[in-house]
């Protein structure tokens, strides 16, 4: 250990002596954590000044890499994005570190609360589960669902045929005679390519049985998806396959706008990357900071990555970075401290910053993700701009009367439509359909297992829980669209890939009102040209 951190960091130890024992372990922390303080050189911390150019992180610049060169390239810019994971994975993460709030100085602007998720006392490390406790969440998931459908009067109905009064769930794979079946379940594929259709939709029970679903009648009026959890009505005399009469998904929760009156807020939504897809030049960002600085929004939400590991650039490391050798930590505290000049030192706008599984500096790679920490050479006003919130995260906007926003940077979206069942298009009410399967199944991400883009972990699913909200913002691929569901405002404010000359993000304005928030807040997706 002490041989790899001499090895990396030859200009600390140069002119030290230190002796092969267990305190010297000590004393290397203690020179980084000094080497991580100091200002870099003049040329770059002037570059600090300067507005947000093709400069920006010390004028990154991409080169031609010969196979076997590696002159001029960053040491740590080839670093294979699973090399993280270890350091990642050992982590504790605790409400009392999650650094939530900006420490350091006194928080600046408009008053950001996180509402959930509430973390355990740590997170398992990815990919390092028992598949008995991955079998047991699923389960205690399943069970809770049914109860809250149970418990809202009303919402279910006794089967047909029954003689009891109350309403059981039977068995799955049980055949019953002379009457319909009421049977919870989640539903499973087992078509050989992981699509949904008609002769491929099976129920799995609390028991672990499968039946099949007969949906023939429901043909172009269901939307289902893998590990959807519903409550099916109909006849099953064999046993084997439950002829389907009526399905429910779930209920929705009341948003908080309609149970008290609604503060007015001005929130702006911009999601990564924030860079060309040919360079590093966040002149993009740029553009979005000088409409904040004009427009002056409450709360900025800048939804992750801030550095793509899936930029071209950064993936092969061909890119080079002037005026000494710099760690991707440093870009990311360059980005932020040029984010604070852009704004201004008037500017009352807090600005939250939402990581992406993508983040090359994220301390986690699967969801739930913990925030991003602030990096220690922020100065107290600057880290005070700043709310670092985890992903996925529901907060509130300027106290408890202000909007309650529920925020998962994953693409549900897309991988609803891509292995779920058949679509009527993507206009505008198939969108909407989208989004309400997260209402319904309240999660942010229902879908297991988890679509090969996403990396969720199973046992942390409790974190992805979605409670009530006014605003659910969930960024996609799919086209930009604000659609109101069940009083709860759906924004999909489409994932930033700037083009040569413009860029679009989404700006929200809720104005007063007893109305429900759905109601009176005027939604724009804005082109800004750079």
């Given amino acids: 250990m002490i041989w790899e951190m001499l090895t990396v960091n030859k200009d600390v130890f140069k002119d030290m002596a230190i002796p092969n024992t267990q305190g010297s372990v000590a004393a290397i922390e203690r020179a980084l954590q000094d080497k991580r303080r100091t200002p870099k050189a003049s040329s770059a911390v002037a570059g600090l000044r300067q507005p947000l150019t093709a400069a920006t992180l010390s004028s990154i610049t991409p080169v031609t890499k010969k196979r076997g060169a590696a002159e001029g390239i960053s040491p740590v810019a080839a670093q294979p994005k699973t090399a993280r994971v270890a350091e990642k994975t050992k982590m504790a993460i605790t409400n009392d570190s999650l650094g939530l709030l900006a420490a350091g100085g006194e928080a600046r602007g408009t008053n950001v609360t996180l509402l959930a998720p509430v973390f355990g006392e740590h997170l398992r490390a990815y990919m390092y589960a028992r598949l008995d406790a991955v079998a047991e969440n699923a389960r205690n998931e399943l069970v809770e669902f049914g109860k809250a459908l ?60 499968r039946v099949s679903l007969d949906v023939d009648p429901f043909a172009g009026r269901y939307s289902v998806f893998p590990g959807q959890h519903l409550v099916v009505e109909g006849s099953c005399a064999t046993g084997t396959t439950v002829q389907v009469e009526r399905l429910y998904d779930g209920s929705v929760l009341a948003a908080p706008s309609t149970q008290r009156p609604c503060a007015p807020a001005k929130i702006w939504l911009a999601c990564g990357p924030f860079t060309d897809a040919n360079t590093l030049d966040y002149a993009p960002l740029a553009a979005l900071l000088s409409e904040c600085r004009e427009h002056k929004p409450d709360v900025l939400v800048l939804v992750g990555p801030l550095i793509d590991a899936e930029h071209p650039l950064i993936k092969t490391g061909s890119f080079r970075l002037e005026g000494g050798d710099y760690t991707f930590e440093d870009g990311y505290a360059i980005c932020l401290k040029q984010i604070c000049a852009q704004l201004g030192p008037d500017s009352r706008t807090r600005v939250v910053v939402v990581p992406s599984a993508d983040d090359v500096t994220s301390v986690s790679m699967a969801l739930p993700q913990a925030p991003m920490t602030l990096p220690l050479d922020l100065e107290p006003e600057e880290r005070a701009r700043f709310t670092m919130l985890p992903n996925p995260c529901v907060f509130q906007v300027g106290g408890e009367h202000g909007p309650v926003v529920g925020l998962g940077n994953v693409d549900a979206l897309f991988h609803f439509m891509d292995e779920g069942s058949p679509y009527q298009g993507l206009n505008s009410e198939g969108l909407q359909r989208l989004c309400n399967h997260m209402l319904l199944q309240r999660s942010f991400y229902p879908q297991a297992p988890a679509h090969p883009e996403a990396c969720v972990d199973m046992t942390q699913r409790a974190a992805l829980r979605l409670p009530a909200v006014d605003i659910l913002v969930t960024p996609s691929r799919l086209a930009r669209f604000a659609s109101a569901a069940h009083n709860v405002l759906c924004i999909n404010p489409g994932k930033s890939m700037p083009a040569k000359t413009s860029a679009t993000f989404c700006m929200l304005d809720v104005h007063e009102g007893e109305q429900p928030l759905a109601d009176k807040t005027r939604v724009e997706f804005r082109t800004v040209d750079f």
């Fill in 150 to 209: 149970m418990s809202e009067a009303g919402k279910l109905e006794v089967p047909k045929g029954s003689e009891d009064a109350d309403i059981v769930f039977d068995p799955v794979g049980a055949p019953v005679h002379g009457r319909n079946v009421l049977v919870l379940g989640r539903v499973v594929c087992d078509a050989a390519s992981g699509k949904l259709n008609t002769k491929a939709l099976l129920l799995e029970g609390t028991n672990g049985v």
